[in-house]
């Protein structure tokens, strides 16, 4: 594909539930990003990954976050027991490889309300 | 840590003039980036313009440019020409030289009038 592709757009959990959020980088991408951003705020950094390794997991905000990307292109964010302040959109990012001069590149994002 | 700040929440400008958007900084480092995202509705992240710390001259794209000064850790967007389409969610964004997470603003959600 053309950009970054995220799926679903829109997901409504209720409280409690675990939900699986997925991204599709740019073919070729080396690094993904993973960002929350609550209403009415900028996005928070979560995860980085370059390829299949996670470098960087410092900003998940609790053990019920999970980020995986097992093959180096497709990741998945999964949330279990979902809380009403894990309401957000959920952005994914990615880049050619980490260094001065790649731009991240951002998905539409996915919008979680927790009932 | 670096703190990214936004001191306009709203903003608005006419159509065809020109408006400059705020934005300050705290970081103990020399070597860093800062970047303009806009946001539109549709929620996608699109980078605007980005400034590398150690260059003097103030980055330009077209109707977008920055006034940068580093020493007061200041990095305003200025819009010229404004047109309909630049209406949208503004963030600023800070980028550590070797670190590759983006440190946003709170953003401003700038109106542009007919």
């Known amino acids: 594909g053309a950009g970054v592709s995220q799926s679903p757009r829109y997901k409504v959990a209720k409280r409690g539930q675990d939900v699986a959020l997925r991204c599709d980088p740019i073919?070729?991408?080396?690094?993904l990003f993973w960002y929350q951003q609550a209403l009415g705020q900028g996005p928070e950094f979560l995860t980085y990954f370059q390829n299949e390794a996670q470098l960087d997991k410092s900003g998940l905000p609790s053990d019920r976050f999970f980020a995986e990307r097992p093959e180096g292109s497709v990741s998945t964010l999964k949330i279990q027991r979902t809380q009403q302040e894990d309401s957000a959109v959920y952005l994914c990012?990615?880049?050619?490889?980490?260094?001065?001069?790649?731009?991240?590149?951002f998905g539409p994002g996915t919008r979680l309300t927790v009932l | 840590a670096q703190t990214v700040t936004q001191s306009q929440p709203e903003m608005s400008v006419q159509e065809a003039e020109t408006v400059t958007l705020s934005c300050t900084y705290d970081t103990s480092e020399s070597d860093y980036y800062l970047f303009w995202y806009k946001q539109p509705p549709s929620r996608q992240m699109i980078l605007v313009i980005r400034q590398e710390a150690y260059k003097q001259q103030n980055a330009t794209e077209n109707r977008f440019s920055v006034n940068f000064q580093k020493a007061a850790k200041s990095f305003s967007l200025k819009i010229s020409d404004s047109q309909l389409g630049d209406a949208a969610m503004y963030f600023c964004?800070?980028?550590?030289?070797?670190?590759?997470?983006?440190?946003f603003g709170e953003g401003t959600q700038l109106t542009v009038n007919p």
């Open positions: 990012a990615s880049s050619t490889g980490q260094g001065p001069n790649n731009e991240q590149f």
């Open positions: 964004a800070y980028r550590s030289w070797g670190g590759s997470r983006l440190t």
């Open positions: 073919s070729g991408h080396v690094s």
